[in-house]
């Protein structure tokens, strides 16, 4: 996702990606986890531009009751030229456990675009350089690199590599694969 183009969310992976709109989009995201209704992803984004810039404003809450995660986003991204962005993001992290508090802090985000050929693209992306830490022990939030690339291997069709890396664990390799059947209906599938 760190070298896709036009993804809604992409304020999350990269925000080099967000998109310059004539108009404002809103997108929102709805799952649940291990099979137990009240613990649900839930994330709403709007992605807009001001200014001849691009923006993007997301709002995300991962929980239940007991155990709350929210998080609130905004990034842009700047163009140096067709071939080269560079993107930012920074985010508010709240973290609520019952009859243990709350707490939150702020994460800075970079991300990076290079079209190196027409068919080829490279995307980067570095969360947490702040080294933000939460709650009382202060514990780090995870710092995470994503280095991907994308091949546009027929008209809508795309391949995408990523490297990903949480500096606290091994590697991860990721392969995607997205053809659009209809007019902004894609079939993605990946590992």
Sequence with gaps: MVAAN???FAIYYNPANIILSDRVNIYAGYRNFYGMPEIYQADIVSNFSA??????LAFSKYGN?????????IGSNISFNPDFIIGASLQLYSLTISNYGSSSTWGLNIGMKYN???KISLGAHVTNINNP????TNEELPKTFSLG???DIFPKSVILFELFRDISYEQDYRCGFEYEILNKTNLRIGI
């Design 51 to 56: 200014l001849n810039t691009p923006f993007s």
């Design 65 to 73: 009751d007991l155990y709350s995660e929210i998080q609130i986003s």
């Design 116 to 118: 190196v050929v027409e």
């Design 149 to 151: 690339v994308r091949y």
């Design 6 to 8: 036009g993804i809604p």
């Design 133 to 136: 830490t939460i709650g009382q």
